[in-house]
């Protein structure tokens, strides 16, 4: 039997789904968005189950609750599971209105029925089940009880009688629309008609319009709003006739909230919590893991290298297991650690409901960016590597604000950019390295701003300015939760970016092992990239001032990783691949003794915004969603790069050769700035501006 | 009255949401702030905003732009 478990989010729907399948879930993506869908069977059974998105409703507003409809509609699921959290009856009851209105079996399954004593909270479920019309039973999906009763009941024919929820008009006018009908879930389908549903108008007739025309007289506002209203107001007779509840003044929530919330010290607490975060992911436990992990990897390449060349294998085979594909399977596994730790720290931080808090503390800020006060923590995370930082956005349930923030964290340089930034900064700039280097920085945040603000305009304009969101209590993890999920969120990576970089570093080594002639193991000069690089060269002419083949070959490097753009130079100019002295990679007779300061500054602003390494590449593609987004992702991040490196340029390379003094630079930077504010104004107000606001009673 | 007037602990009934955008309106509709519904202002974020409010047995944090459009009578 198919089965959907449906609920609320937030209401332990993912821990009863890890029970009853045993946590033998395949994970795979709905098609063309990013929402998991999981789907298992039922241990000691066949049925097949499937986890749906966590929803409040099935209005035809979000992605979340059209793909639970679409499911419910096209998949028939023979029996849902309607996950409902006890402990706030009120709300979660008004999702099982709606699934009641299905013709389908529901068996509704009344969870964290073990924290009900501690709240002083009676529910009498004999008494709930004769007034909704559905099984109910009390489970705790944590403690794991009452769940068997469940699984026996699937089998179970349905005995119950739905019952009749709204006031004689509305059903009356339901049933009339019902006998017209000849789909299944006539009556779902009904009072979505009333409800003007647009996903349903291929039913609408002048019949059902004049129904609701004669309906909507006896009350002063839309049918939307009466049906929802009597949804709640039967739910809210049924709760006083089937609850008996304490009244309680404060929880612990509140308590804990006066001080994460508190005006003063929420902001400190904050600071610490992600410099903790930061510290164990990406800063000191993080490297020394990631460094371990390469040492081995190293040490793994090595023995298979020798053993390969015992067993008489040619060098270029050797070279294409050792050099490509554990070197760049190695790059991946390197993360994993670090990956780990993180997903820990983000996954406690969910389950105590901290993260929701983090949420609250920098929205507003967010918002006006068109992102979300979650997108907060990928940026700083971002900054140590951007592997985790974009899979970290996962946090933001927006999907425009989640992948907005995924293709906006790679611009945050990580750590692994530092050696390009110290090479080029500590050689051209000498005594102002430091400011050199910080100015990458605060350059990296503006134009994560104005990118920000550009496609919060255009590509992602649905990004809504409101913030309606469940703010949870605090609870204590659970660890096998953590555990799942920590592991379901690594495997994925692995598959995921694991399959782009095993290629693309095969691709990279191919490139830079043979000639065009075929020949393997020529010199980096005469090898395929080295050519690559020539032809295209001219695509940095205007950053560099001239036709470097070395700077590009390197720049192409980088993308299987960025610290490899200086080995790559090192490299090219003929030193070992572990040189990072400016005065010998830029010394006469190299291809890069021509490179002045201006160049190398655009040079390190190109490499800082163009596409990420593969690693973060793969990631963005997961995210994403599909290839041709994260091309997209990658080419406006490229594009974005190239033009910002070609004006650091030009105008530096002016103002060293002294075409442009100070002065000159200021008035040029005034017209531009004020230039710009009058396209950005002209293209917003060209945009469909009212439409595209909410508020807009306001203005008139 | 609008609910975004009201301060930390205040009690209010709603009257009438006010909203332009339908998406916005079904959504509040659908998390339970229907006319008649007794809300209670919680908390607040440490900038004042987003607000989080208290209504049938659960918390709902909406942004104050949000809140302009709901109109609501003090009940303490």
């Known amino acids: 039997m198919k089965i959907a478990l449906v609920g609320n989010q937030n209401s332990g729907k993912t821990t009863l789904f890890n029970y009853l399948t045993g946590m033998n879930a395949k994970i795979g993506n709905w098609p063309g968005v990013t929402i998991e869908k999981k789907t298992g069977t039922i241990k000691g059974t066949k049925h097949e189950i499937t986890d749906l998105p966590g929803i409040y409703s099935l209005s035809p507003y979000s992605i979340e609750e059209e793909i639970s409809r679409k499911f419910v509609f096209d998949d028939k699921p023979d029996v849902i599971i309607n996950i409902v959290d006890a402990t706030s009856l009120e709300r979660s009851l008004y999702l099982t209105t709606q699934l009641m209105e299905l013709d389908c079996k529901v068996i509704i399954a009344l969870n964290m029925a073990d924290l009900l004593e501690k709240r002083g909270i009676a529910i009498d479920e004999k008494k709930l089940e004769e007034k909704l019309g559905a099984k109910v039973f009390k489970i705790s999906a944590l403690k794991e009880t009452g769940i068997d009763e469940i699984i026996k009941e699937i089998d179970k024919k349905e005995d119950l009688t739905r019952v009749k929820i709204y006031d004689e008009n509305i059903e009356k006018s339901i049933e009339k629309i019902s006998n017209d009908l000849s789909k299944e879930h006539k009556r779902f389908i009904s009072v979505k008609l009333l409800e003007s549903d647009a996903r349903f108008k291929e039913y609408n007739n002048d019949a059902i319009d004049n129904i609701k025309k004669e309906l909507e007289k006896n009350y002063d506002t839309d049918l939307e709003e009466i049906i929802a209203s009597e949804r709640y107001s039967f739910i809210e007779k049924t709760k006083k006739e089937c609850v008996k509840e304490k009244e309680v003044v404060e929880t612990i929530s509140d308590k804990l909230d006066k001080v994460f919330l508190n005006k003063w010290i929420a902001f400190p607490i904050f600071v610490v919590v992600m410099f903790l975060v930061y510290f164990l992911s990406v800063g000191v436990v993080g490297s020394s893991t990631v460094d371990w992990v390469a040492d081995n990897m190293d040490a793994f390449g090595e023995w298979v290298g020798t053993s390969l060349e015992n067993a008489g294998a040619s060098d270029w085979a050797v070279s294409l297991v050792v050099d490509g594909i554990i070197a760049g399977v190695g790059a991946v596994l390197g993360f994993i650690p670090q990956l780990i730790i993180l997903f820990l720290c983000i996954s406690l931080l969910e389950t105590t409901g901290y993260m929701s808090r983090i949420a609250l503390l920098f929205d507003k800020l967010f918002r006006k960016l068109g992102m979300s006060g979650k997108s907060l923590i990928p940026f700083i995370v971002g900054s140590g590597c951007s592997v985790p930082g974009i899979m970290g956005t996962r946090i933001i349930e927006n999907q425009d604000e989640r992948e907005m923030t995924s293709i906006l964290v790679p611009f945050i340089p990580c750590s692994a950019k530092l050696p390009i930034i110290s090479l080029f900064a500590g050689y051209f700039f000498d005594k102002n390295s430091g400011i050199v280097s910080a100015s990458l920085y605060f350059f990296a945040i503006i134009v994560i701003i104005i990118s920000a603000f550009i496609l919060s305009r255009t590509k992602f304009k649905h990004v809504s300015s409101s913030y309606i969101s469940e703010l949870p209590e605090y609870k204590v993890p659970s660890a096998k939760y953590v555990a799942k999920d920590v592991f379901d969120k690594v495997i994925a990576f692995i598959k995921r970016a694991g399959t782009v970089i095993l290629v693309c570093s095969i691709v990279i080594w191919f490139l830079l092992s043979f000639s065009f002639g075929m020949e393997y193991g020529v010199d980096i000069e005469d090898s395929m990239l080295a050519s690559i690089g020539k032809t295209v060269s001219w695509v940095f002419y205007p950053m560099l001032g001239q036709n470097n083949w070395g700077a590009t070959v390197s720049a192409i490097q980088g993308l299987v990783a960025k610290e490899q753009v200086v080995s790559s130079m090192a490299v090219i100019a003929g030193l070992a691949e572990d040189v990072e002295e400016g005065s010998e990679i830029f010394a006469d007779g190299t291809p890069f003794a021509g490179i002045t300061a201006a160049a190398a500054y655009a040079f390190m602003v190109f490499n800082l915004f163009s596409a990420p390494c593969f690693g973060a590449i793969g990631a963005m593609q997961r995210e994403l969603g599909s290839t041709k987004r994260m091309l997209k992702a990658v080419l406006f991040q490229t594009s974005c790069a190239w033009i910002l490196a070609t004006i650091v340029y030009q105008i530096g390379s002016r103002i060293e050769s002294g075409a442009i003094n100070w002065a000159n630079l200021v008035i040029i930077l005034a017209i531009v700035i004020v230039l710009a504010c009058i396209i950005v104004s002209k293209f917003i107000k060209k945009g469909d501006g009212c439409a595209r606001c909410p508020y807009c009673n306001n203005c008139k | ?76």
């Open chain 2, 1 to 76: 009255m609008f609910l975004s007037e009201l301060n930390v602990g205040q009690k209010a009934r709603i009257l009438k949401l006010n909203f332009e955008n339908k998406e916005i309106r079904r959504h509040l509709l659908d998390m339970g702030l229907t006319r008649g519904t007794e809300v209670e202002i919680k908390k607040k974020a440490p900038v004042g905003d987003p607000i989080d409010i208290k209504l049938r047995d659960y918390e709902l944090c909406i942004s104050k732009s949000d809140l302009k459009q709901i109109e609501v009578e003090v009940i303490k």
